[in-house]
């Protein structure tokens, strides 16, 4: 399987399809997944005619289940690993969730002074801050994020069935027809995953202030959520993000949930693709 070594000997797990002279498509999955999340995504981008790659975030999926580095610094830096062993250049990044502060990260400080990104997605995103604070107010508690890591460490095998049972996917809506091939997919990219890895990666998506990240982006990014969304609240997500980019265009999507990429995937990738096609 291929895997890249990042400069602290972390071995992290990559998928790369598709004609290597195309214009490259890099996929950053959110908390507790793995690359496997954006199979909808590769596939479809794939068939017209992009080259799509996509990694597992250290302690999740198949990459290496180390003790740290389980936060955003981190995070940011691995995504690079894979990128400069891939040489991607004119490249497109996409974020889902955690992984779309893992995206901003990764552009402000990596991406766009390596002059490699060529526009960005953030989707269902965390940043610029989760957390309630005296300068977030309208942020979430954080006896909320306490709660998911008590419930981690007691049951994580149960948790993480109760999580895309209901608020992940909307599937906790009246008349909501949930689909248990969707649960069992999540669960199981969730527990193939490192607890360790899950545990202090509830500290990274919730805690990191990234208002900077997105300030000093300047490519074009596509902002996408739905106004649904009971994990990440849009009103200190994406209505912040779309007000602190420099290049940005919001798109908020009625009744959406935080999984829509996955229930609502013909939307969200004819919308994405419009954007990359502009």
Known sequence: MPFVTTTDGVDIFYKDWGPKDAQPIHFHHGWPLSSDDWDNQMLFFLQHGYRVVAHDRRGHGRSEQVSDGHDMDHYAADASAVVEHLDLRNAIHIGHSTGGGQVARYVAKFGQPQG??????????VPPLMVKTEDNPDGVPIEVFDDFRKQLADNRAQFFIDVPSGPFYGYNRKGAKAS??????????????????????????????QTEDLKAITVPMLVMQGDDDQVVPYKTAAL???????????????????????????????????????
């Open 116 to 125: 490699r990104v060529a526009k960005a997605v953030l989707v269902s995103a």
């Open 180 to 209: 248990q091939g969707v649960i069992d997919n999540w669960w199981r990219q969730g527990m193939m995953g490192s607890a360790k890895a899950h545990y202090e990666g509830i500290k990274a998506f919730s805690e990191t202030d």
């Open 240 to 278: 912040k993000q779309d007000k602190l980019l420099q290049d940005s265009k919001l798109i908020l999507y009625k009744g959406f949930s935080h999984g829509m990429l996955t229930v609502n995937a013909d939307k969200v990738n004819a919308d994405i693709l419009a954007f990359i096609q502009e």
